[in-house]
């Protein structure tokens, strides 16, 4: 397990494209929750971030709640962009990454099958542009992990979120 004592983070507003987000909003990792606790070994929160460990051949969601910039100067923003920092092994891929406001999905970004270590740099592995869409309740984003059954000598299965974002514009 790799630790992240001194993580440099890339600024997610300079790596979007090349128009200037209206205002970017971030959570650090440790405000990620299982959606099945029990299906969860052991759980570590630190300073860099939470790391899971997975039951043998397991799914489980992550969930990841945004706070969002409902109203600015009298006008709703519009959400163009999730991203989340993660490092996982090869043995825990993330499967589908669904974007919710409130009770309503946004965007489902399914059979994705990303693993590695995409922790510190934004990448087309952890950055998901959405047409640009009003959220009028809170974001919520929901990241499900394969945690598959073992082979005698394989990486252990587990995942670590870092950070996890939106960028908005009018």
Known sequence: MLKYSHMKLSNPASTANTMT???TVCVHGNIVQPEYPQLIDETSRKGWGTTFWGKEDTVNWFHIPLSVPN?????RMKLTKVFFYFHNTSRSPINAVHVYDGPKLIKAYNNLHLAGD???VLDR????SIDPVE?????????????PAAPEVSPPRW????????????
């Open 21 to 23: 987000p209206r205002a």
């Open 71 to 75: 109203l600015i100067d009298g006008g």
């Open 118 to 120: 995409h922790a510190r």
């Open 125 to 128: 592995s952890n950055s998901f």
């Open 135 to 147: 959220v009028v309740f809170g974001l919520g984003l929901s990241v499900s992990v394969q945690f």
């Open 159 to 170: 995942i670590l979120f870092t950070t996890a974002g939106a960028e908005f514009r009018t």
